[in-house]
């Protein structure tokens, strides 16, 4: 099936530091990628949604400046958090819509923590 | 408009036994109802999915009932074993499967052998 991927699984920053988390898809094509953010119990909450070769869609009270988001190409997106904080310690999934026939896959996660 | 509800908060079945996870949404325009399962660490997976078109559907041990009047949805795992052990999403989107997911809160599901 396809696969989504993001990189890196784990990252550990220091506060005021920029992060950059990759997403890609890996055997398809995505006009469409979506980041979300996950605390821990709790569910996804959509931030933004990318499409490739514009700029994404934020949702309400989610900062754009803080969470830059670029969607080059049909098969990268990456999600920029800067000037990290303690509080933007979570777990960040991005998703990826097939050109083809609009499955939409989960990546596996990325893992940050702003010490 | 844009919620998604879900029940139970957690839930513990014995292996074997039928865990039930109910839905409930207040938007007729979400057209699309995927179930999703997260383990751990891991981002979600498609279960299931179904369109309010049908009102019942099933894949091996798992089955999904819709309501569209009642604007409710249910998932079923029969014969429920401990790697089911997961937290489960239902989720709705609008239009298409192209749109955005909105997630439930989530039920955390234990199968205790």
């Known amino acids: 099936g396809a696969v989504v991927s993001q990189h890196p699984s784990r990252v550990i920053c220091k506060s005021g530091t920029s992060v950059k988390i990759e997403c890609r898809s890996l055997?398809?094509?995505?006009?469409?990628m979506f980041w979300y953010r996950q605390f821990p119990k709790q569910s996804l909450m959509l931030m933004a949604t990318?499409?490739?070769?514009?700029?994404?869609?934020?949702e309400q009270g989610v900062e754009k400046d803080k969470f830059l988001i670029n969607h080059a190409s049909l098969t990268l997106s990456t999600l920029t958090v800067t000037s990290a904080h303690p509080e933007d310690s979570s777990f960040y999934i991005c998703?990826?819509?097939?050109?083809?026939?609009?499955?939409?896959?989960f990546g596996p996660g990325t893992r940050l923590t702003v010490l | 408009q844009q919620q998604v509800k879900q029940s139970p908060q957690s839930l513990i079945v014995q292996k074997g036994g039928i865990s039930i996870i109910n839905c409930a949404y207040e938007?007729?325009?979400?057209?699309?109802f995927p179930w999703y399962q997260q383990f751990p660490g891991k981002g979600p997976a498609l279960l299931i999915a179904?369109?309010?078109?049908?009102s019942e559907k099933k894949e091996g041990r798992f089955t999904i009932s819709f309501n569209k009047s009642a604007k409710q949805f249910s998932l079923h795992i029969m014969d429920s074993q401990p790697g089911d052990s997961a937290t489960y999403f239902c989720?709705?989107?609008?239009?298409?499967?192209?749109?955005?997911?909105?997630f439930g809160p989530g039920t955390s599901l234990s199968v205790i052998p």
């Open positions: 998703s990826a819509t097939d050109l083809l026939d609009g499955t939409q896959y």
């Open positions: 055997d398809f094509q995505a006009t469409t």
């Open positions: 990318s499409n490739e070769g514009s700029k994404a869609t934020y």
């Open positions: 938007n007729t325009a979400f057209d699309y």
């Open positions: 179904i369109r309010p078109d049908v």
């Open positions: 989720a709705a989107t609008l239009g298409t499967s192209y749109d955005k997911v909105i």
